[in-house]
């Protein structure tokens, strides 16, 4: 049975950093493409930043240059930190797979809140 659970978010302030981690169970964590996603109310889930297999990132364009993927494949975990945090990066934050290696049922996700 796989599970993510993601942990770290929290209340910073604009300009503020903070890292988000998710440790991942059930699966053969390295083999997979892994990402974060964040989703606020009303809108669709979106694709933050992602990590293949072979560790090549890729972001998107509203965080690229602020938030860093990465993963570590003995501990069955993925990280996003997050720099320079802006209002609108305000949403609950979950990790999944991406692309043609799979996705799973979605965690709880974590609260990232950003004000002043």
């Known amino acids: 049975q796989v599970r993510l659970v993601e942990s770290g978010g929290g209340l910073v302030q604009p300009g503020g950093s903070l890292r988000v981690s998710c440790v991942v169970s059930g699966i053969t964590f390295s083999v997979y493409n892994m990402a974060w996603y964040r989703q606020v109310p009303g809108k669709e889930r979106e694709l933050v930043a992602l990590i293949n297999r072979g560790m090549t990132t890729n972001y998107a364009d509203s965080v690229k240059g602020r938030f860093t993927i990465s993963r570590d494949n003995a501990k069955n975990t993925v990280f996003l930190q997050m720099n320079s945090l802006k209002l609108e990066d305000t949403a609950v934050y979950y990790c999944?797979?991406?692309?043609?290696?799979?996705?799973?049922?979605w965690g709880q996700g974590t609260q990232v809140t950003v004000s002043a």
């Open positions: 999944n797979g991406a692309g043609n290696t799979g996705y799973f049922p």
